[in-house]
């Protein structure tokens, strides 16, 4: 029983229901007693107010009893008559404060008149009204002077309890009270009206997690209620699509990661079965002299190959992984390095890389995953350019916003249009027939461009072949701006071309280097 008063006492309407009742009971509270205090101050002032105007009434009647005209026994039947059936008692003193004459009610309890109030009275001539407390009871009292010709003869004192204002103010409170008690169960039952438009969307949406689909996440909503529930629905509405778009990408990576298992099973299966025969025919002495050195040359080759394909792989793990530190690093320093890393290749090749440097700024990035991205680059501007051609690397900068510009194209066939919008996507290869393309090139491209809040564009050139872009954001204390897509404004350092050039690549591209 307790745990089920607690599960409900933790619901929203339950919570909402309780605080808006909570908060009229302390209204209420608070309402009486302000209300009773006010009340019985009212009655008092009024009823004080009431004993001044009849007092001074009286002591107008008195003045004829004070100048010997009026006999004490008129005197008293004229106050009686105008005291009427009042609940009340009346004094008649003269100015030394000896009593004269007692009417009204002779039962009430007696409270002696502070001396201080009969000398204001009586000496100064001052009317006075208030409370008197005595040991007993309290009462409520007016005094009024008897002033004839300018001298005072005497005075009137009216006394009245405080019973029959008591009782006025308390039936006052009690039905105040029971008024607003009606005022709260009305009070809790909009509470609870309110409540339940207001839970009624939470509970759908509740409801809606509860009936999604791992296969089908997207979540429909009816949108009602305040704003702030109808902001509510609409951002599950936009979690609903984001995981339904999540699940999308789960379901590619999983595809891709089934392709990226029969893709490397496929490249190991084929060079090791390759190593394999020819060591063992090697081993068991099948092949011999010459035959024996080309097996061994075969296998070396295969053992390359997976050597590639691994570091490949490892690479891309290593820089999906985000765990390196970046640094600074100057840009033609990193441009040198990766030229120097690919020297090789251009050497077998028999093309040349035509670069020009501009000035030279500080990026801050990761050295060896920007240095891997652009060899992926020009390795594969390399694998389809024809023998003799050359490869472009172009380095600018643009400054809305401040970046710098990577540009590499080669002069092959160029990208299929059908590949051309995958082609940052894994094992994603423009020629399904070579062997030596893992497709994992520009992917490890993509990645390091995102470590790097930057972006990659690959277009095929309208002039022929492929053009590559790499667009790399500056630090903020980066200098040497010269207006939007302009070179460097510092004077151009050496050109670098790669060593592979005979004489006559080197007078062509001289000729129409960029």
């Not at 840009?331 to 050497?347: A, H, K, S, V, Y």
């Amino acid at each position: 029983m307790r745990a089920w008063i607690s599960r409900q006492f933790k619901r929203l309407t339950v919570r909402l229901v309780v605080s808006h009742v909570a908060v009229a009971l302390v209204v209420l509270v608070v309402a009486v007693l302000i209300s009773g205090w006010s009340f019985r101050d009212y009655l008092i002032r009024s009823q004080t107010r009431a004993l001044h105007v009849r007092g001074e009434q009286i002591a107008r009647v008195m003045t004829g009893y004070f100048l010997g005209t009026l006999s004490k026994p008129a005197a008293a039947y004229l106050i009686n008559t105008l005291q009427g059936t009042l609940d009340d008692r009346l004094y008649v003193i003269d100015q030394t404060g000896t009593l004269l004459i007692q009417a009204g009610r002779s039962e009430l309890p007696v409270v002696p008149v502070p001396p201080a109030v009969l000398r204001e009275v009586l000496t100064v001539g001052q009317p006075w009204s208030g409370v008197l407390t005595g040991s007993h009871a309290t009462i409520v009292a007016a005094a009024v002077p008897v002033v004839i010709g300018g001298n005072i003869m005497g005075g009137i004192l009216l006394e009245q309890p405080l019973g029959g204002i008591t009782r006025t103010a308390t039936s006052l409170v009690s039905l105040l009270f029971w008024g607003e008690l009606v005022a709260v169960l009305f009070a809790g039952l909009l509470a609870y009206s309110l409540s339940r438009r207001l839970s009624r969307p939470l509970e759908e949406l509740r409801r809606s997690v509860e009936g999604m689909e791992a296969e089908r996440p997207a979540i429909a909503v009816r949108i009602e209620g305040p704003a702030e529930v109808e902001e509510l629905a609409q951002e599950f509405h936009r979690m609903g699509a984001r995981i339904a778009d999540q699940m999308i990408r789960l379901e590619e990576e999983k595809r891709a990661r089934d392709a990226l298992l029969a893709h490397v099973a496929h490249d190991l299966r084929t060079p090791l079965t390759s190593i394999r025969g020819f060591l063992e025919a090697v081993r068991d002495g099948v092949m011999t002299g010459p035959a024996m050195d080309r097996a061994i040359a075969i296998a070396w080759e295969e053992t390359l190959r997976l050597q590639r394909l691994v570091n490949r792989l490892l690479q891309a793990t290593r820089i999906q992984s985000g765990m390196a530190e970046k640094e600074r690093l100057s840009l033609n320093q990193w441009i040198g390095d990766t030229l120097q890393r690919i020297e090789p290749l251009t050497r077998e090749k028999g093309v040349a890389v035509a670069w020009q440097p501009q000035g030279d700024v500080e990026l801050w990035g990761v050295r060896d995953h920007l240095i891997e991205a652009l060899v992926n680059v020009l390795d594969n501007a390399i694998k389809w350019s024809p023998e003799g051609e050359r490869i472009e690397l172009a380095t600018y900068r643009q400054d809305h916003p401040p970046a710098v510009v990577v540009q590499v194209r080669d002069h092959g066939p160029g990208i299929a249009p059908e590949v051309l919008p995958h082609v940052l996507e894994r094992f994603v290869t423009g020629d399904q027939a070579r062997s030596d393309s893992s497709g994992l090139g520009l992917s490890i491209v993509a990645d390091v461009m995102k470590e790097h809040q930057g972006q990659v564009e690959v277009h095929n050139h309208p002039g022929g072949g492929t053009e590559v872009r790499l667009t790399l954001p500056l630090p903020a204390e980066s200098t040497g701006r010269d207006g939007q897509g302009s070179p460097f404004p510092v004077k151009p350092k050496a050109r670098y071309n790669s060593p592979t050039r005979n004489a006559d690549q080197a007078a062509r591209e001289d000729g129409n280097r960029i």
